[in-house]
């Protein structure tokens, strides 16, 4: 006989995983969706039949004049949100070392306004810097799409935090012999926060990936469009295409899904220092 200890974890399990399939069931829909007969889309929880027709008319470029446009939007997506996380990473690697291990006056100051600054909506600052990227001839190029997306003080916030847990010892150490301010961040610092840093990064990225507002204002030209804008785009236009576009949907999120898993452990290792 099965005990009642059992018999509740049992139920317990069963449980999660009802919870789990109605969380992912909607990613499973889109992804079934993306490959199944046109006749069966949207008609059916499960379709039956599938074939690669969708996938054939997103990749080859479907009714768009432009060829291509949905591979020239992903790697559009790409270049702008690995510029952008890269350039938020370095700064706010730069910058949380100097508040957590350089002392200077005017450091506790400057750590009030980074937290004080979070809690402003991004998109007060929407109109402002559309200007400026616009006066410095920045509209419509990849530079004008990265740039304004540069800094996260929320990196710097969770940098910082997690630098200043690193003990003084070492950085004493290092200038002992010899080792430069940079050399210690670089070398020292940084390669003993690699749990934090895939945190950081797996959030940055995926943020950036799927930015929508910025990219629709900035990008103006066919080929500047990211796959975020041509796919919000092409709801009208290609909305008798149902397939294609969970195919899209798929492309937009396949990403994300494939640097998690790459990064899963040490996302967990971070995640429990955050937690703490």
Do not use: C
């Not at 969706?33 to 997103?58: G, M, R």
């Not at 690995?82 to 291990?101: D, R, W």
């Not at 950036?208 to 785009?233: C, G, P």
């Amino acid at each position: 006989m099965v005990g009642p200890k059992k018999k509740g974890l049992v139920f317990r399990y069963l449980f999660a995983l009802v919870l789990l399939l109605i969380m992912i069931y909607p990613y499973i829909y889109m992804v079934l969706n993306s490959f199944a007969d046109w006749s069966q889309v949207d008609k059916k929880f499960f379709p039956t039949e599938y074939s690669l027709k969708s996938w054939e008319w997103l990749l080859g470029g479907g009714e768009s004049v432009i060829p291509r446009p949905w591979i020239n939007a992903f790697f559009n997506s790409f270049i702008v949100s690995a510029g952008s996380t890269i350039l938020m990473m370095v700064s706010a690697v730069m910058v949380s070392y100097a508040l957590a291990k350089i002392h200077f006056k005017g450091r506790d100051t400057i750590n009030n306004v980074v937290l004080f600054q979070m809690f402003f909506p991004a998109i007060i600052l929407l109109i402002p810097t559309f200007l400026v990227i616009q006066k410095v001839g920045m509209y419509d190029s990849y530079w004008g799409m990265i740039l304004p997306k540069a800094m996260s003080l929320w990196a710097v916030f969770m940098y910082t935090n997690f630098f200043k847990a690193i003990p003084d010892t070492f950085i004493e150490a290092a200038k002992l012999d010899g080792a430069s301010e940079m050399q210690i961040m670089f070398k020292i610092v940084l390669p003993m926060s690699k749990s934090i840093t895939t945190v950081i990064f797996l959030f940055l990225f995926m943020e950036r990936w799927t930015e929508l507002l910025w990219d629709m204002l900035v990008a103006k030209s066919d080929n500047m469009l990211t796959l975020n804008v041509l796919l919000s785009q092409m709801f009208g236009p290609y909305g008798g295409y149902p397939g294609p576009m969970y195919a899209a949907s798929v492309l937009l999120t396949l990403p994300i899904i494939i640097i998690f898993l790459l990064f899963a452990k040490k996302f967990q290792e971070g995640m429990q220092f955050t937690l703490k």
